[in-house]
């Protein structure tokens, strides 16, 4: 069976409930979804092979679109990646909400997923190098401007930007978050947990209410 929908459906309902919760309280507050920082002494393809509850359903992808050796530092023109990451949640999502005409799941699993959508989705969220959340300057409140332009491996021109957060009412001296901003689609989504760094790379893993796209 695919592991991508093996807990079940209302598994992926109950923690939406959960994770729609704790979103609602500010929206423009940076919610800790709790996922590792720090490094870890190993690849990204091997960091996210030994986490199954995050990152089961982006491995799959990984393999179906053949880009293992993009995440396992093997690919000779990127040895060091940055990957803003889609967790498991977000692929679930993505099954869940994409239908057919009879409003049946389009996808029952990653391995309904068409191969070429599962690349361009994955390399949308890549950039070259690596660049830990301070590398990015701070985007300028209350604008869609500021940060960092940065080109996908897709294409795609992607703003990533600092967030300076309030804390207890005070602005600006909360923990800092961070963004991403698809110049083209007008997409946006917040990283959840950042600077997760492997020998050959760092993720930045997106929130867990954030819907899965190609940007």
């Keep these: 069976r695919d592991r991508s929908v093996s807990r079940g459906l209302g598994d992926v309902y109950k923690r939406q409930g959960i994770i729609l919760a704790v979103y609602a309280c500010d929206k423009n507050e940076f919610h800790d979804t709790g996922l590792a920082y720090g490094k870890h002494d190993c690849s990204m393809w091997e960091y996210f092979a030994k986490d199954h509850a995050d990152w089961d359903s982006v491995v799959m992808m990984i393999e179906r679109a053949g880009l293992v050796n993009i995440f396992d530092g093997t690919h000779p023109q990127y040895k060091e990646i940055t990957f803003f990451g889609i967790t498991n949640l ?90 991403i901003h698809a110049l083209k689609s007008g997409y946006q989504a917040k990283v959840a947990s950042s600077n997760i760094e492997t020998t050959n790379g760092v993720v930045h893993a997106l929130s867990y209410t954030y819907q899965m796209t190609e940007l």
Excluded: W
């Design 90 to 179: 977000s692929v679930n999502q993505f099954l869940v909400k994409n239908l057919d005409e009879n409003k049946a799941m389009k996808y029952q699993g990653v391995r309904d997923i068409p191969e070429e959508m599962c690349r361009r989705i994955l390399l949308s969220h890549i950039i070259p190098g690596k660049k830990m959340q301070q590398e990015f300057d701070y985007e300028v409140k209350g604008t869609l401007t500021g940060g960092t332009i940065v080109k996908t491996l897709s294409g795609i021109d992607l703003r990533v930007y600092r967030i300076k957060n309030p804390f207890m009412g005070v602005p600006d001296i909360g923990e800092e978050g961070l963004g």
